[in-house]
């Protein structure tokens, strides 16, 4: 028995007799342990997912729908920084090669930017190992002779600020990419 649905003109989610608005959960009768399980099913699968599924979709969106699809992408509100990072690693990883049960962040923190066997082998490592995203970092680290591709969205109250943590990140030997935006973080 499929208990989802989607009220298009409320914008709501409805699992059995729970509500899932933007705000909170409401609860309608008397719901059965079948919906309140089925609900928390749901609610693991939304967790454990979104990042991949709004990468993907970003992706598919750039693909299919070139300039036009900008103007849907103004439309969640996110940060383009956020976004840009969940299409990166949607992009770097094959979904073949994602693991249930291991962390999208662990992907950020490096797995999206190894060869798909690695990331693979990796992905197994930190489910068998139970490693958390700070642990994979580190391991992978020290038993590769690759960098590792960090993420980072940085907030400079001026150009000064901004010229001058490149520069040290430059003397460090690290590289850096730089993206200006106006919108707060």
Not at 32 to 48: A, I, N, P, W
Not at 93 to 111: C, I, K, P, S, W
Not at 159 to 165: G, S
Not at 168 to 181: L, Q
């Amino acid at each position: 028995m499929d208990l989802v649905r989607y009220e298009e003109n409320k914008g709501e989610m409805v699992v059995g007799g729970f509500k899932l608005t933007s705000t909170g959960l409401m609860i309608e009768g008397s719901p059965s342990f079948e919906e309140f399980d089925q609900l928390g099913q749901y609610l693991r699968r939304v967790h454990t997912g979104y990042q991949w599924w709004w990468g993907d979709w970003l992706n598919y969106g750039e693909g299919a729908y070139g300039e036009r699809f900008s103007q849907a992408l103004e439309a969640t509100e996110w940060e383009e920084s956020t976004l840009r990072q969940y299409a990166w690693v949607a992009k770097s990883v094959a979904t073949e090669n994602r693991t249930d049960g291991v962390a999208f962040g662990h992907y950020v923190n490096g797995l999206a930017g190894l060869a798909p066997a690695e990331q693979k082998q990796w992905a197994d490592r930190i489910l068998a190992e139970n490693l958390t995203q700070s642990q994979f970092v580190a391991k992978l680290k020290s038993e590769s002779n690759k960098p590792v591709a960090l993420w980072a969205v940085i907030s400079c109250e001026n150009i000064d600020d901004q010229e001058a943590l490149i520069s040290r990140m430059v003397s460090e030997g690290r590289s850096a990419k730089i993206k200006v935006t106006n919108k707060k973080a």
